[in-house]
Nanobody, 122 residues
Framework: QVQLVESGGGLVQAGGSLRLSCAAS????????MGWFRQASGKEREFAAA????????YYADSVKGRFTISRDNAKNTVYLQMNSLKPEDTAVYYC???????????????WGQGTQVTVSS
């Protein structure tokens, strides 16, 4: 099992920045590709970004490309999401996921954190 704990969410004005962190524990060799997903109120959860273990290679949803940056520190078993130029539509609960895979155009993970709220005011 892998346990994931997110932190760094909060309230920020439009145009501002936040950095989310996700610390993994347990069977961390199973974390593989790590990712961030988000779920706005009343909407389905959607993929935001992912980063592979080796390389690493990064992937982004079109809605966050150029504004968000995903990174990882394998020695600390931690993945980050730097979010810049935030917009009110970025408001959501952000979830960290481990062992993320892509199935066609859909992304999903085997392990999930509890989520952290990000609210962007206009």
């Amino acid at each position: 099992q892998v346990q994931l704990v997110e932190s760094g969410g909060g309230l920020v004005q439009a145009g501002g920045s936040l950095r989310l962190s996700c610390a993994a524990s347990g069977r961390t060799l199973s974390t593989g590709t790590m990712g961030w997903f988000r779920q706005a109120s009343g909407k389905e959860r959607e993929f935001a970004a992912a980063i592979t273990w080796i390389g690493p290679r990064t992937y982004y949803a079109d809605s966050v490309k150029g504004r968000f940056t995903i990174s990882r520190d394998n020695a600390k078993n931690t993945v980050y999401l730097q979010m810049n130029s935030l917009k009110p539509e970025d408001t959501a609960v952000y979830y960290c996921a481990a062992n993320v895979k892509r199935y066609g155009s859909t992304w999903s993970g085997d392990y999930w954190g509890q989520g952290t709220q990000v609210t962007v005011s206009s």
